[in-house]
Every structure is written in C-alpha cells, then in structure tokens.
C-alpha cells in the first residue's frame, strides 16, 4: 500500500515485476489433403466442399491434440502436458472430481486462477455418471452432475470442461487457459 503522496519524494509505488524469458521455437506446419483431380472437383462442386470440410476438420483435430499432448520433438508442437514447472496432482484415493478440485486449489495458492478443465470422454463420462451415494440408503442415488434428460454444459467446480479425447485417459487438465498462447 502507498500513501498519497504530499511532495514529489513520497508516495513512491512500488515497481512490479514481470520476468521474461526469451524462447525460440520453430515454425510447425500441420497438413494432410486427398487426391481429386480438378475435373471432379469442377464436376461435383458439392465433393469441393465436403473435402475442404473434411480437410478442416481433421486439421482442428489434429491441432488439437498437439496443443494438448504435443512432444516437442521433430515436427511435434510442445504441448501444454510436456511444459516444464507444470504442477501435478496425483489421483490416488480421491475421486477424480476430489482430484480435479485439489489441482484447482494447487493452481490457486499458486495466485493464479484457473478457468477451464480439459478431460478424456471416458473422464467426463466418469464424472456425468456420478450418483448420490450410488443408491445406498443414505443417498437418494440422482445423478450428480443433472439427470440424463437434461442437456449439461460440462461444468466441474464451477469451471468448463473441454471433453476431447485429445487428452489422456484418468488424466485432466487444470489451467488457466488465457495464460496459453499459440502462436
């Protein structure tokens, strides 16, 4: 805290500090195509757009997985699972909802907040499967996480959930995405 200052000497701020560090990485190229002769592409306009279409998509799919998983080697992206310094949390007895909190509260004292968890299908089924208590007497055995005639954004803790299978089974990802930049 700073008091106002009453002269030009006082009421100095203090300077804050953000280290930089330079990284040099290489440019990736992420492609694939289809053999199509001209003549069919100009015959059948609508094959034009389902190749492009179908290009695309596995393009995004197959960023995707690099943005996650990525090894950093040859032509591979680093992804956001192999940084260095990236914190872990080990699911040993917990439930995975358990360990995806304890992630987020490592993540906060930490001074950070984290906005987004990415999971594999089989995590999130994992999770949207939950009921209370399984049935058992105590409980009432309702889906934790909204009944199946309900359409859920998926959300744990408050936070988005990215359902890809680009990320690793029993594994999720707890971050801070804004902090994520690809280039």
């Not at 006082?10 to 990284?23: L, S, Y």
């Not at 992804?79 to 987020?104: E, P, V, Y």
């Not at 909204?146 to 803790?157: E, L, Y």
Request: hydrophobic share 40%.
């Amino acid at each position: 805290e700073t008091a106002e200052a009453t002269t030009t000497a006082t009421g100095t701020k203090p300077e804050a500090t953000i280290a930089f560090e330079k990284v040099t990485e290489s440019v990736r190229n992420i492609a694939h195509w289809v053999p199509a002769t001209r003549r069919a592409l100009a015959d059948a306009g609508q094959l034009r757009t389902i190749i492009d279409g179908q290009l695309r998509y596995g393009l995004q799919y197959r960023l995707e997985s690099q943005m996650v998983a990525g090894g950093g080697t040859g032509e591979d992206l680093k992804g956001l699972i192999n940084q260095s310094n990236i914190l872990t949390q080990a699911l040993g007895t917990d439930s995975f909802a358990d360990a995806i909190h304890k992630a987020i509260t490592q993540i906060r004292l930490g001074f950070v907040e984290p906005n987004g968890v990415g999971c594999h299908p089989n995590d999130w089924q994992l999770l949207r499967l939950s009921r209370d208590n399984s049935g058992t007497v105590a409980g009432t055995g309702q889906y934790l996480y909204g009944p199946p005639s309900t359409a859920v954004a998926p959300m744990v803790w408050g936070l988005p959930v990215a359902v890809s299978a680009a990320f690793s089974d029993d594994t999720a990802l707890v971050a801070d995405f804004r902090q994520a930049t690809l280039w």
